[in-house]
C-alpha cells in the first residue's frame, strides 16, 4: 500500500508540474520534493480544485505504515 501510494503521487507531482509549466515542469519536479502542506495548497490556488486524490494518497500510504507497525 505504502509503495504504490507513493508512486502515485509522485505521477501526480510530475504530472501537475507538466500541465503547470510543460517540459521545464518536468524538470522542476525533479529537482524539487512535493511538500506535505505546500504542493497541495498551490495546487488548489492554481488549479482552483481541492487535491482530495492527493490526500487519499498521502492516507493511504500512511494507512499502508499502520498496518506494516501494527
Known amino acids: 500500500i505504502v509503495a504504490v501510494a507513493g508512486v502515485l503521487q509522485l505521477i501526480f507531482w510530475f504530472v501537475a508540474w507538466a500541465k503547470w509549466l510543460g517540459g521545464l515542469g518536468v524538470i522542476i519536479g525533479i529537482f524539487l520534493t512535493p511538500g506535505v502542506v505546500i504542493f497541495p495548497i ?16 498521502m492516507f493511504a500510504g500512511w494507512f499502508g505504515v499502520w498496518l506494516k507497525r501494527g
Do not use: M, S
Not at 43 to 52: A, K, L, M, R, S
Open 42 to 57: 498551490i495546487y488548489w490556488i492554481v488549479e482552483g480544485v481541492f487535491p482530495t486524490v492527493y490526500f487519499a494518497l
